[in-house]
């Protein structure tokens, strides 16, 4: 296992973890990318014709902070949202990388075994398509002022069967607090049924329907499983929500997409929160 994340270490180097610096710049906040393009084969000799996995990633990070000593902090967001996994907090964004990228190999590489019984069961020459995966991970800043910054993590791979996946997830961080926003932080109390009309309404409008039962023609699985779903970004002006593949609707439909101006829900807005300074 010790040679075997060497190579992998090294494997990165020969291939660049590109640093390219200052992706975006202000007064307050620089960001740096690390970059990977890398295929992880199904078995640790790298013989081009057997399965490997296409392994793409995108990691954007802040590299300076307007408070110095809450740039560690910032940083502990960036990976926690991206990698998903807390045991990362203590590692360097590269280090993170590495360890995501090793951790990823070990489990595509747990369905060797299976691979040569699929050998077997097939034709002489076939191979099964399935084992050749892919994996493409990316964040993106979405928006960003003094207070408030909003950016998407977008994860798409294929592992075997019909087709791959793709989930979008948005984020926001209070810049003065160093915390993530939620519904609850931006909403009034009891606000979810008035905003799952409102989000309802703004389905109808995008779909040219003019009743919510109608959307049902469009695709959509049930008029109930339509309700906020605390997956949204922000800008100045509006909310902006994304329900992923099978959460309101078919595969086919992909992520969908709902914006919400302000003016919409002026009124289920707490007065002291992050985004009232955006309503006029």
Known sequence: MKKQKLFIVASLILVGICLTSCFKTNDDTKYD?????????LFAVNDTTMPYA???????????????EDLPRLQQI????FFNNQSYDALSPKDALHTYLESYTEEYREIGNQYYEDMGNLEEGNRPSWYWYYMQKNNEILFE???????????????GGAHGSLQMLYYIIDLDKLTTITEEDIFIPNYHQRLTSIIVGRLMKKFEVDTPDKLLNEGFFDINDIAP?????????????????YEIAPYSMGPIEVTIPYEDIKSIIIPQSIVAKYID
């Open 54 to 68: 296409k392994v793409d990633i995108e990691f954007n990070y802040p590299v300076k902070f307007k408070r110095k």
């Open 229 to 245: 779903n605390n997956n949204f970004w922000v800008n100045n002006e509006g909310l902006h929500y994304v329900y992923n593949q």
């Open 33 to 41: 990318q690390l970059e990977l393009d890398e295929r992880v084969y």
């Open 145 to 159: 002022d003094d207070n408030v910054l909003s950016y998407s993590v977008q994860h798409s791979e294929y592992t």
């Open 78 to 81: 960036f990976k926690g949202t």
